[in-house]
């Protein structure tokens, strides 16, 4: 009996029913252990300009309020494709961030 397959495993590609759930019912199976609402993309690009659609979607209805929009963003090289989608938006698509306030967020573990 094998006992080290993990290291002879390859996952080239995750079948679309584990990201795109066809029905609410499904999407609350794959996501019913999470402490927070979830969305699963096939890649950081697609998952990079979902979060940045929402972003950009605060901003306009708080600029439309007339009130501030706050936002706490990570630092680092995680976001980094969040923040080009942002860029491209603002340059592209005229997205203004006159109304926005950002505070940089860090995690630290001793």
Do not use: W
């Not at 080290?4 to 609410?24: D, F, G, H, K, W």
């Not at 999407?27 to 690009?45: A, N």
């Not at 961030?97 to 001793?110: A, G």
């Amino acid at each position: 009996m094998k006992t080290n397959l993990s290291s002879q495993i390859t996952l080239n590609r995750v079948s679309p029913r584990y990201y795109r759930p066809e029905n609410a019912f499904e999407k609350s199976v794959l996501t019913r252990l999470e402490k927070m609402p979830t969305d699963i993309y096939e890649s950081v690009e697609e998952g990079a300009n979902g979060i940045a659609r929402e972003i950009a979607q605060t901003i306009r209805e708080k600029q439309k309020a007339g009130r501030f929009c706050v936002l706490a963003l990570p630092g680092g090289n995680s976001p980094r494709h969040v923040f080009n989608e942002l860029i491209r938006m603002h340059k592209e698509d005229g997205l203004s961030f006159r109304n926005v306030i950002v505070f940089n967020m860090y995690e630290y573990y001793h």
